[in-house]
């Protein structure tokens, strides 16, 4: 009996071994070279974008949530496959228009539901696709920056086991939040999407979206 059953703790070993060996092939696989970076360093709370109190009066439904806790994407090849999937999706099938262009007004945030909108109008509809999807929402962040021109911008965070990657209509590819050359104002807290949170530095002007 004794025998038998080192001879199952054995076993055991070995299947929890392989797939431990599995899981780190899968994402490899699903992230050659790609490096792990820490997540974004956040400074304390900060007022939410006018832009997002008026997208909830229109969408209460997507900001009426209790607080709950920080949480982030395991990436294997599955998810990595989803987000890349969504973004890419996401950025082909909307047409850049400003929001003077769009409804005459300097800042509105909306879902793109006539193909057309501008930066937040993209991060919002990604971050509605991915949580229809099965993605937590405390790992989506909205997240505002000053681009390579040094204009207001948004991307979504997403918040992940290698650190905080970011989905960019501006581009294709999903990078670490540190590759892409944007610098970070604000973004939402992962306990509550209607609390914000400073990262770096504090910017003392309104960053509003461009393109």
Same mark, same amino acid.
């Given at each position: 009996?004794a025998?038998?059953?080192?001879?199952v703790?054995?076993?055991?070993?070995?299947?929890?071994?392989?797939?431990?060996?599995a899981?780190?092939?899968?994402?490899q696989?699903?992230?050659?070279?790609?490096?792990?970076?820490? =997540?974004? /360093?956040?400074? *304390?709370?900060t #007022?939410a974008?006018?832009g997002?109190?008026d997208?909830?009066?229109?969408?209460?439904?997507?900001?009426?949530t $209790?607080?709950?806790?920080?949480?982030?994407?395991?990436?294997?090849? #599955?998810?990595? $496959?989803? /987000?890349?999937?969504?973004?890419?999706?996401?950025?082909?099938? &909307?047409?850049?228009?400003?929001?003077?262009?769009?409804?005459?007004i300097?800042?509105?945030w909306?879902?793109?539901?006539?193909?057309?909108?501008?930066?937040?109008?993209?991060?919002?509809?990604k971050?509605?696709?991915?949580?229809? $999807?099965?993605?937590?929402?405390?790992?989506?962040?909205?997240t505002?920056v000053?681009? /390579?021109?040094?204009?207001?911008h948004?991307?979504?965070t997403? #918040?992940?086991? =290698?650190?905080d990657?970011v989905?960019?209509?501006?581009?294709?590819? &999903?990078?670490?939040?540190? $590759?892409?050359?944007?610098?970070?104002?604000?973004?939402?807290?992962?306990?509550?999407?209607?609390?914000?949170?400073a990262? *770096?530095?504090?910017?003392?002007?309104?960053?509003?979206?461009?393109?």
């Amino acid at each position: 009996m004794a025998v038998t059953l080192r001879v199952v703790a054995f076993l055991a070993a070995l299947c929890a071994a392989a797939t431990s060996q599995a899981v780190a092939q899968s994402r490899q696989a699903a992230l050659p070279n790609f490096p792990i970076t820490p =997540i974004a /360093l956040e400074m *304390g709370n900060t #007022r939410a974008p006018l832009g997002w109190a008026d997208f909830c009066r229109k969408n209460s439904a997507d900001c009426d949530t $209790a607080d709950g806790h920080a949480r982030e994407v395991m990436i294997t090849s #599955r998810s990595w $496959a989803l /987000l890349l999937g969504i973004n890419t999706k996401v950025n082909k099938e &909307i047409e850049p228009v400003s929001d003077i262009d769009h409804w005459g007004i300097v800042e509105s945030w909306d879902y793109p539901t006539d193909g057309k909108g501008d930066c937040e109008d993209y991060v919002l509809e990604k971050r509605r696709q991915l949580i229809k $999807a099965g993605m937590p929402r405390e790992a989506l962040l909205v997240t505002v920056v000053r681009d /390579l021109e040094n204009e207001g911008h948004a991307v979504l965070t997403v #918040r992940t086991d =290698i650190g905080d990657l970011v989905l960019d209509n501006k581009r294709q590819q &999903i990078l670490p939040w540190t $590759a892409t050359g944007y610098r970070y104002i604000k973004r939402q807290s992962a306990t509550n999407p209607n609390l914000w949170v400073a990262l *770096g530095a504090p910017d003392s002007t309104t960053a509003t979206a461009a393109r």
